[in-house]
Every structure is written in structure tokens, then in C-alpha cells.
């Protein structure tokens, strides 16, 4: 991901007014933690749209323009890859051995902005499960599913509606 | 461009301090506030019994939480009235 700015998409249930800014996921399963998740391709939004966001019967598809400054690029940047899941192992160790409890997602990614103090770390791209019913081959998943977690608006530099569909 | 170093080093700093008893203070603390968050209204009361293995030091944790979530309880019930 070497461009300084790039696009990404989020996906939400399609209400009366148009959003100005995307929505925040406080899930406790939330892969990254509370903050503001983004599809990297379009028809990952579109899926996830049509699939999870049906409360309305309608969803809709925000693009955004993402500033690419203090993202962790855990997907293309192998450096950063390496960096971060050997964190995510250390600090899980550390729980386990000193609670003989293991942490659940929220735990850790809480550890690492709380304990860890990474205040500056603005967003994580990471690759999700890589199930995909767009892709053209049987069982191989050659195209990774990718997500962006913001963890504030900082670096959204542009937001905007593009599309919206039937559940 | 973030300086992983400097992450790194932060993090370890953070878990070379851990002990038993301040990681498992934070933990507690997270799971009484998921589940305080996914319950209803009323208060808590700590019941321990005599072969709790909690040590003092997360004894008075638990009291603390049980405190502050009557507080809220009570704000939120007021914020409803």
C-alpha cells in the first residue's frame, strides 16, 4: 500500500438521513477493537451490506478517501505484518501466563492502546477470514478479504454516499 | 510513518511491569465492565466465599467495581426518571 492516500468502503442499514461520517462498531467481536471499519474492495462492501446490514431491508455504500499516515498495513507491508502479530503473541503469553486466563479480542487490542500506550496509531489494515463467494475458483481463496479499523476520523480526508441496494 | 521501535519498546516497557496481581486487576476490571454494560438495573453486592483465591489486593478491585457500578446503576436510572 505505498500511495498516500487510497479508498476503502463502509457499508451501513440504509436510514432516513444520509451519513456525514461513518458509523463506529463497538462489537466485543470487532476483529480490531471499537473504532470505524472500512472494506478495502468495493464488492466486499456490497456483500457485507447485503448480508449484515439488512435491519432496514436497505443498506447503503460510503466510499471514503483514507490519508495513509499511522496505519499499521499488516496485509502488504511485510515489516509491519511481521511487527504485529509478533505483539499480538507476546502480550497474549503475557495474559495467559500471568492470569492462566486468555484474552479475547476486545483484551487485546484494549492492552495495546491502554497499556501499550500506542496513541498514535491511527488505523489497522488486516486481512479478514478469506471466505469469499466472488472469486472464480473453487476453494482457492487468492483474493484476500481486506478491512480497515480507523480508530478516529483523522484520517479520513473525503466521505462520501455512493450506492445503496436490497438486502 | 509509524516508528515500530518505538511501539515495540513501549509495549515491552508495559509488560515488563505486569505482575500477576496488575494484569489480573485490568482483566477483571474489563469483564466486570462487559458485564455490568450487558445487565440490567439494581445493585451488586460482593459475595465472596471463604475459599476465594482472590488475594487483598483484588479483593478491594471487586469492591471498587461493585461501587462504581452501583454509581452508574443509580446515574442511569436517574438519567431515565
Same mark, same amino acid.
Given at each position: +500500500?505505498?500511495d =498516500? ?14 451519513? @456525514?461520517?461513518?458509523?463506529?462498531c =463497538? ?17 466486499d ?9 439488512c435491519? =432496514?431491508?436497505?443498506? #447503503? ?10 496505519i /499499521?498495513?499488516? &496485509? *502488504?507491508n511485510? #515489516? ?9 503473541e !507476546? &502480550? ?19 492492552? *495495546?492502546? #491502554?497499556?501499550?500506550?500506542? @496513541?498514535?496509531? !491511527?488505523?489497522? /489494515? *488486516?486481512?479478514?477470514?478469506? +471466505?469469499?463467494?466472488?472469486? /472464480?475458483v &473453487?476453494? /482457492? ?6 478491512? @480497515? &479499523?480507523l480508530?478516529?476520523f ?14 | ?8 519498546? $513501549? %509495549? ?7 505482575t ?10 474489563? $469483564? ?9 438495573e439494581?445493585?451488586?453486592?460482593i ?11 483484588? $479483593?478491594?478491585v471487586?469492591?471498587? %467495581?461493585c ?8 446515574? $442511569? ?5
Open positions: +500500500m505505498p =498516500t492516500e487510497f479508498h476503502s468502503y463502509h457499508s451501513q442499514e440504509k436510514w432516513q438521513d444520509r451519513l @456525514l461520517q461513518p458509523i463506529e =463497538t462489537s466485543d467481536n470487532a476483529w480490531l477493537g471499537k473504532g470505524y471499519y472500512f472494506w478495502y474492495y468495493y464488492e462492501a456490497i456483500r457485507w451490506g447485503r448480508n449484515s446490514k435491519k =432496514t431491508g436497505r443498506y #447503503e455504500i460510503y466510499k471514503a478517501l483514507i490519508k495513509n499516515e499511522n /499499521l498495513d499488516t &496485509v *502488504f511485510e #515489516e509491519e505484518y511481521n511487527f504485529w502479530f509478533k505483539q499480538i !507476546k &502480550v497474549a503469553k503475557t495474559i495467559i501466563k500471568k492470569t492462566n486466563s486468555r484474552p479475547t479480542i476486545k483484551e487485546i487490542n484494549e492492552y *495495546f492502546k #491502554e497499556r501499550g500506550t500506542w @496513541l498514535e496509531l !491511527k488505523g489497522i /489494515l *488486516f486481512q479478514d477470514i478469506p +471466505m469469499n463467494e466472488t472469486i /472464480l &473453487v476453494g /482457492l481463496y487468492y483474493k484476500k478479504r481486506i478491512q @480497515l &479499523v480508530f478516529d483523522d484520517n479520513i480526508i473525503k466521505f462520501e454516499f455512493i450506492d445503496e441496494g436490497a438486502c | 510513518m509509524l516508528n515500530l521501535k518505538e511501539l515495540e519498546k $513501549r %509495549l515491552d516497557d508495559a509488560l515488563a511491569k505486569e500477576k496481581e496488575s494484569l489480573t486487576s485490568w482483566l477483571m476490571s474489563k $469483564r466486570f465492565k462487559n458485564f455490568i454494560t450487558g445487565s440490567g439494581g445493585e451488586f453486592d459475595l465472596l466465599s471463604k475459599s476465594s483465591t482472590l488475594s487483598d489486593s483484588n $479483593r478491594a471487586v469492591k471498587d %467495581l461501587q462504581s457500578a452501583k454509581i452508574d446503576n443509580n446515574n $442511569r436510572l436517574a438519567e431515565a426518571a
